[in-house]
């Protein structure tokens, strides 16, 4: 594959709302030692990146960046002279979570929305990875690509292959979120858990993956019942339980304890959550030794009370991001195909967009905020 040399890229001087995008032609990055240069085929535009992008959300990033990170589908363009298993031309999942090779504990980011926020992660990123994938090329960590099984996964089904788009793949990485708070608190197969709020990117996509680890059960808990129903129209009869958010604590915590005993529960609450009672319900109905991960931004204290972790003797685990095993993990569960992506999964594209249409991109997000809506950027 001969390389240009230049590239095409969306810009964003600093954090601004509306912000400041322009489309920009830009030299390729350089590949480095520990670093893949991908060609990005599709990466994700959600409502979320677009108010990160505004300064709305909080989250701090570099000044003078390409958009974007991870939640990127591309093919290896120049593998990086210490790469060992990505071929030029491979497919692969460009996953977002960064972190410090001499330091991954302490210093980590998510690429193109936060970059830790604390001086020794803000220099870190300013440094080596502020450009992120809303471009025709992206120069990615090693760590951070995972070679995908092309065949398997887009092939035709009457050939063997699982017939996904390259668009339906972006849902991998927001999988791997939910992956990450499962393995967390160890789900384990034939487990009663529940998903609150259920309706959410990442909360929907948690029913999906809880379902292909084995989970018996899964409750999933929300305002928008209409969504509710979908995800539950998705799988088997009986083996998703829908409840309503009512404002009712105690009369929800019965309603979501009424199939039998609830083993896990997983928590994707949004900040605006904050003051919902149904995270006490789903403490209240957690059954003792009951596991807990919380994964949301709620801003207020925890609703369990001491006394009823102890009694409970429950486990409430706090949980960022995912391990790096978890990204090979979540690539072979779809391979195999127990894990399902796209229409059957309750996923549609519901628009593809290139560089200079990023702002029709950003209308599509903004209308589109529901679990199960894609939308792509396709350089
Ligand atoms: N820990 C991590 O590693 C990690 C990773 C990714 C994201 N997150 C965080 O997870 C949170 C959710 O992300 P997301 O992308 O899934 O959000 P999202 O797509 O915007 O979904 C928000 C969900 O919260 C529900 N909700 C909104 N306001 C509510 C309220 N007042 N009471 C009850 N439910 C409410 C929504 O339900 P309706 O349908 O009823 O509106 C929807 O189900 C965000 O704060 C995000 O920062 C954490």
Redesign the pocket.
């Known amino acids: 594959m001969s390389l240009p040399t230049h590239m095409r890229a969306l810009h964003l001087p600093s954090l601004s709302s509306p912000p400041q995008i322009t489309l920009r032609t830009l030299p390729l990055p350089p590949v480095v030692p520990g670093s893949v240069l991908i060609r990005v085929l599709a990466t994700q535009i ?3 990146s677009h108010d990160i992008y505004s300064g709305k ?1 909080g989250f701090t990033l570099p000044s003078d960046i390409i958009l974007g990170g991870g939640y990127t589908i591309g093919r290896v363009a120049q593998p990086g002279p210490d790469t060992t298993s990505l071929p030029v031309g491979k497919l692969v999942m460009v996953q977002s ?1 960064l972190r410090a090779r001499d330091n991954p504990d302490e210093i980590q980011a ?1 690429w193109g929305a936060f970059d830790g926020g604390v001086p020794t992660s803000r220099e870190w990123i300013e440094k080596n990875w502020k450009n992120g994938s809303f471009a025709e090329y992206v120069l990615a960590p090693l760590e951070n690509v995972e070679p995908l099984d092309e065949e398997r996964l887009c092939g035709p089904k009457e050939e063997g292959g699982l017939g996904y788009s390259v668009e339906d793949l972006l849902q991998l990485p ?1 999988q791997l ?1 939910a992956l ?2 499962w393995k967390g608190i160890g789900l384990q197969a034939g487990e009663r858990v529940i998903v ?10 948690a029913v999906e993956v809880a379902v292909a680890m084995g989970a018996g059960q899964v409750i999933a808990m ?3 019942v209409e ?1 509710l129903k979908r995800i539950q129209g998705l799988y088997p009869k009986g083996r998703i339980q829908i409840v309503p ?1 009512t404002g009712d604590e105690e009369g929800d915590a019965q309603k979501l304890m009424s199939w039998g005993p609830v083993d896990a529960y997983i928590d ?9 009672t ?1 995270v006490s319900s789903c403490f209240k109905a957690l059954r003792n030794y009951g596991r807990a991960s ?5 801003a207020e204290g925890l609703a369990a009370t001491y006394a009823m972790i102890v009694w409970k003797s429950l486990t409430i685990k ?5 391990d790096r095993a978890d990204a090979r993990h979540i690539v072979r569960m779809a391979e195999s195909g127990v894990l399902r992506l796209g229409p059957e999964s309750g996923v549609e594209v519901v628009g593809k967009f290139k560089l200079d249409e990023i702002d029709k991109g950003w209308e599509t997000a903004a209308k589109n ?3 199960g809506k894609t939308i792509a950027l396709a350089p």
Do not use: C, D
């Open positions: 959600t409502q979320k959300v979570f998510v927001v979120v990450g708070g609150a709020p259920a309706t959410g990117q990442y909360s929907g996509a929300g305002r928008n969504v958010m994707v609450s949004p900040a605006a959550a904050t003051g919902s149904h919380l994964m949301g931004t709620i706090g949980q960022y991001m995912y905020t529901e679990f």
